[in-house]
């Protein structure tokens, strides 16, 4: 079994990408938005991790990250063919 053949072995694949979802526990819409934030404890300074986040919980996040001293930045998702863009 080849694991990077997700299409159940007959040789067809698994499809297109799905949209991004939001990284909101249990959330499943798709994100708008990227949060970008590193833990200065463990990474250097300009390395920047993302969450994405959909519109309803964007704040929710961002204090996340800001009460813990670890957001950075909060920028718009821009599309991409696997998100739905057009190229």
């Known amino acids: ?3 990077f053949n997700l299409g159940g072995g ?5 499809g ?10 249990a959330c499943r819409a798709e994100a ?11 990474h250097t300074p300009e390395r920047r991790k993302v969450w994405l986040a ?7 996040l961002e ?7 670890l957001w950075k930045d909060t920028v718009p998702l ?5 998100t739905g863009g057009n190229g």
């Open 1 to 3: 079994m080849n694991l």
């Open 10 to 14: 007959t040789g067809e694949t698994a």
């Open 16 to 25: 297109p990408a799905s949209a991004a979802m939001c990284s909101r526990k």
């Open 32 to 42: 708008s938005w990227q949060l970008l934030w590193n833990n200065p404890k463990i």
């Open 54 to 60: 959909c519109g309803e919980h964007r704040e929710w």
């Open 63 to 69: 204090d996340y990250l800001q009460t813990r001293g």
């Open 78 to 82: 821009e599309p991409t063919p696997a």
